[in-house]
């Protein structure tokens, strides 16, 4: 993927940069798909797994279009050492350009 130049703070390109870096999981899905049940999997299989973070991609995302933050994700990556996989999981987000911005080579895309 190309990126794109960013206009903007250095701060943010600094987290997006930060969140590219990190080897990320991303489960993307839709609604009604059996993400819930995805989800659900994924943690009960990661549970006791020392390596494996959660990340919390969305400040809040109740009744409303979810949209990742990159702030929200830079606070969760924050929690786990460098090393650990984080799983980005059950995010309904549209593929923005700047959601797709986030993503790198470090990542796995799961849709």
């Not at 049940?37 to 006791?48: G, H, V």
């Not at 990340?55 to 460098?82: M, W, Y």
Request: net charge positive.
């Amino acid at each position: 993927m190309v990126r794109t130049k960013k206009k903007g703070s250095r701060l943010y390109a600094s987290i997006v940069d930060h969140i590219r870096a990190q080897p990320i999981i991303w489960h993307f899905c839709t609604p009604k798909s059996a993400s819930t049940f995805l989800m659900q999997k994924l943690i009960q299989a990661t549970a006791d797994q020392p390596n494996v973070g959660h990340l919390k991609c969305l400040p809040i995302a109740h009744n409303r279009a979810q949209a990742v933050c990159p702030f929200t994700i830079a606070e969760s990556i924050g929690d786990h050492p460098l090393h650990h996989v984080m799983i980005a999981r059950h995010v309904h987000a549209a593929a923005t350009t700047d959601l797709l911005d986030m993503i790198s080579e470090n990542h796995l895309v799961v849709v």
